[in-house]
């Protein structure tokens, strides 16, 4: 079992990385650049700073070693449940495709 996905890029769109993290139910510790703010927050797991030095991270890990089984299991549910949520793609690609289709019979 995989406990948290690790991303400390210096520079990021929407990280796709951490979408399929999320999909195995597993939580980010993420540096806060590019789109990264939009998929982790406190809810999911942990933003650092942009450049976060290695006490930074070794202060969240230890924060991440210290939380409770049901603590931890929350997080893994927020992750999975924001995923199935904004970036399943077997649904986003329905929906698509649905609203489109919505819109070319309305012609």
């Known amino acids: 079992e995989i406990d ?7 520079s990021e769109g929407i990280p796709v990385s951490i979408m ?3 999909s195995f139910s597993v939580p980010a510790i993420a540096s806060n650049v ?5 998929i982790v927050d406190e809810t999911c797991g942990f933003l650092l700073s942009p450049n ?3 006490d930074e991270l ?3 890990l230890v924060a991440c070693k210290s939380l409770s089984p049901g603590e931890h299991s929350k997080i893994r549910m927020n992750a999975f449940n924001k995923w199935e949520e904004y970036y399943n793609a077997d ?3 329905s929906q698509f495709v649905a ?3 919505k819109i070319g019979a309305k012609k």
Not at 4 to 10: A, M
Request: hydrophobic residues 40%; proline residues 4%; charged residues 20%.
């Open 99 to 101: 609203s489109i289709l």
């Open 52 to 54: 976060p030095s290695i």
């Open 34 to 38: 590019g789109g990264v703010s939009e």
């Open 91 to 93: 649904k986003n690609y």
């Open 58 to 60: 070794q202060k969240v």
């Open 20 to 22: 399929e993290a999320f």
């Open 4 to 10: 948290f996905f690790v991303n400390v890029s210096e």
